[in-house]
């Protein structure tokens, strides 16, 4: 696989949320695509099975799981693998996509998307893992940069670094969280555009915006508020390094109205045809 084989640029989408399954099935919305959370439909039968069928005559979809632990110690989950192959076989998604991070250990599920030290052992390690994981489902899979409120004193590179390294050499492809980076680089006081200038742009397929909560002296990745200025500028800056990518807004808490994300995404389109046509004048001129 090469990195050249990006998918093609799907436009500008929402996370699906089950709030919103009828009005999506019965009413046209300008939605490009929509992703999935995974393990959500990763069961026998029922409603949300059947609302995803629907929405997938309806709308392109992707795939993106939170229980890939992909950093653990532990065995990969054979059985976990299985259902997310088969689901993806139902769904036939543009791509499926996971966290870089660890989420459990000896076969406990913390729910939670913990950091990894970024570490040579832990680039080895993961590099392994990402390429049995790909080869089990027979694509690359875009693994995501997590929100994180420690760090760990043995870490011998920096995040972007260890990110940028595990994508080369596991033939991975990255899902950039720009929200994600904002609450990091506040809580561990680094400058977020260092972050993206150290991105393969090969290699980012996707784009996640969310807002967030800040504590003042900490800021806590929420997905329960709308996006803020300072995340706007940083996707913009996104868009002027990498182009035309992917995007999408991750809600999770106090889900608003349809409309109301749908105003908050027409705000990422704006913001990226004005970048890409601001490129365009200066290429030109
Ligand atoms: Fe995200």
Known sequence: MTPNNLQPHLGFGLGLRSEHYLDLIENRHPIDWLEILSENYMIAG????YYLDRICERYPVVMHGVSLSIGSVDSLNENYLKDLKKLAQRVKPKWISDHLCWTGTQGINLHDLMPLPYTEEALTHLVTRIRQVQDFLGQRVLLENVSSYLTYQHSTISEWEFLRAVAQEAD????LDINNIHVSAHNHDFDPLIYLEAMPADRIQQIHLAGHLNKGDYSIDTHD???IDSVWDL???SVRRFGHISTMIERDDDIPPLTTLLTELQKARTISAGVLTQHQTAISA
């Open 172 to 175: 991975c492809l990255i899902l």
């Open 235 to 237: 996707y913009a800056e």
């Open 46 to 49: 029922g409603k949300p099975l």
């Open 225 to 227: 508020h709308e996006i």
